[in-house]
């Protein structure tokens, strides 16, 4: 699977942004797909999950009711809708692709990655 990140960018604080990442492949429905960042200095973070069917989705708290993780299989493609972003937010943002959802939040389990887009949110 190879994935494509796209929708980072500046913003102010209080903005909304979608991400979007595109997978190639036609098993995309049978990936759990998550959402990490890396800011400056810091480790890769979990972001948020979705599982196969997109029945099933996970958040990290620092995120909860501001973003919303969602995916069309038809297109292959997993979205990340931020809104009130925070200065805290920036951070590069990279999609991955693993097939089991019991380690979603563990970025070690993921098999494939995105090259990453950059989320800069100003003050």
């Known amino acids: 699977v190879q994935l494509q990140a796209s929708g980072g960018g500046l913003v102010q604080a209080g903005d909304s942004l979608r991400l979007s990442c595109a997978a190639s492949?036609?098993?995309?429905?049978?990936?759990?797909m998550g959402w990490f960042r890396q800011a400056p200095g810091k480790e890769r973070e979990f972001v948020a999950a979705i599982s196969w069917s997109g029945g099933g989705t996970y958040y990290t708290d620092s995120v909860k009711g501001r973003f919303t993780i969602y995916r069309d299989n038809a297109k292959n493609t997993v979205y990340l809708q931020m809104n009130s972003l925070k200065p805290e937010d920036t951070a590069l943002y990279y999609c991955?692709?693993?097939?089991?959802?019991?380690?979603?939040?563990?970025?070690?389990?993921?098999?494939?990655w995105g090259q990453g887009t950059l989320v800069t949110v100003s003050s």
């Open positions: 991955a692709a693993d097939r089991d959802l019991n380690t979603y939040y563990r970025k070690e389990k993921y098999d494939y």
């Open positions: 492949g036609r098993t995309f429905s049978s990936y759990v």
